[in-house]
């Protein structure tokens, strides 16, 4: 499949959120990238339930919403509520990632699971022909502006074998760092979904930044 860019919000204005909403529903954008932290899970805090919902009284494309937080499973049918199209949660919170994952797909949506840098994709072997997605942490999670952690290309490389052994239909996202020298390297080793926020919300010009994501071709 062609890759799909998926905009973080971390990065938008939130003094002008409406705006930035609207820039990306007109931008080539696929999804809407909403990191929510609990300040226990990561050492930040970012935003909740009030805010997605007005995420989504305007979004005109999915809500992928990443949790990093502790206990997810408590709020599952809040996401739903207030906009979630997809839910994923991180292996290293979730004590039972199968219960996990059958809970979010039981509400009828989309379930991912990510792993932070240090975490071996082989862990998932067991989980991934039950996930839709996989999201690859190319940052240590809590902050945007971060610097890409290079050995996120090998472990897209490693997934995407094991996806092919599994049968599994999950697609590869990664989270973190991305820009504009490192994108082609991440599609060409098998990146669905590319996540950005500061390359983007940085810019000068955001739309254009988006497109030149979108655009980005791998000779074979
Ligand atoms: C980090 C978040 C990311 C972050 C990406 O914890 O999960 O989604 O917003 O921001 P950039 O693209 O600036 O690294
Ligand atoms: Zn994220």
């Known amino acids: ?11 938008a204005d939130f003094a002008n959120l409406q705006r ?13 990238h909403i990191d929510v932290m609990d300040g226990v899970f990561v050492p930040n805090i970012s935003f909740g339930f009030p805010v997605i ?30 906009g979630a199209d997809i839910i994923s949660v991180h292996y ?3 004590q039972h990632l199968h219960r996990s994952i059958q809970a979010i797909k039981a509400l009828g949506l989309k379930a991912g699971v990510v792993l932070n840098p240090h ?3 082989y862990v998932l072997e067991d989980i991934l022909a039950d996930v839709d997605l996989v999201m690859l942490m190319s940052v240590n999670p809590g902050f945007g502006g971060q ?3 290079k050995n996120t290309i090998v472990k897209i490389e490693r997934l995407k074998e094991l996806i092919a052994k599994t049968g599994s239909g999950a697609v590869i996202e990664v989270d973190g760092g991305v ?23 940085g810019s000068d010009d955001p739309v254009e930044m988006i497109s030149k994501l979108k655009n980005i071709k791998v000779g074979n």
């Open 20 to 32: 930035d909403i609207e820039m990306i529903n007109s931008s080539e954008a696929d999804w809407f």
């Open 147 to 149: 610097k890409f952690i």
């Open 179 to 201: 820009n504009l020298s490192n994108a082609v390297d991440l599609i060409r080793a098998g990146a669905d979904v590319l996540v950005a926020g500061n390359t983007v919300f």
């Open 53 to 82: 919902r007005q995420i989504n009284k305007y979004a005109k494309k999915p809500l992928d919403v990443h949790l990093m937080i502790v206990e997810p499973d408590r709020y599952f049918e809040r996401f739903k509520e207030v």
């Open 1 to 11: 499949m062609p890759h799909l860019i998926a905009p973080s919000i971390l990065s």
């Open 119 to 121: 975490a071996s994709v």
């Open 92 to 94: 290293e919170a979730c």
